[in-house]
Nanobody
């Protein structure tokens, strides 16, 4: 049974930083696509960043480029999202998600409908 468990969310002032973690287990494949997605109240869920676990190829949505960094530690089966220079508009529930191969990193392949497995989410709140 695949499990994804997020942690690291919280409340921070604008300009601050947070690091989210996603611990995975039970994957039936050795590599795949993993992503961080977020959903703010009243808005659709959107991709934030994605990574192909075997090539480390990454994708970022335009609004977080230069501020967020997605990474992985294969030995710990954990994916991270380092979020710097946080803005009020980054406030949302952040979800970790995964799917098996094949994996191509492109805007059309990393959206919310492309994942088979989801975590329960961790709340990020950025205040002024």
């Amino acid at each position: 049974q695949v499990q994804l468990v997020e942690s690291g969310g919280g409340s921070v002032e604008a300009g601050g930083s947070l690091r989210l973690s996603c611990a995975g287990s039970g994957f039936p494949y050795s590599s795949g696509c993993m992503g961080w997605l977020r959903q703010a109240p009243g808005k659709e869920r959107e991709i934030v960043a994605a990574i192909f676990t075997s090539t480390y190829e990454t994708y970022y949505t335009d609004s977080v480029k230069g501020r967020f960094t997605i990474s992985q530690d294969n030995a710990k089966n954990t994916m991270y999202l380092q979020m710097n220079s946080l803005k009020i508009e980054d406030t949302a529930m952040y979800y970790c998600a995964a799917r098996g191969p094949p994996c191509t990193i492109a805007p059309s392949t990393v959206g919310p409908l492309k994942y088979h497995y989801w975590g329960q989410g961790t709340q990020v709140t950025v205040s002024s």
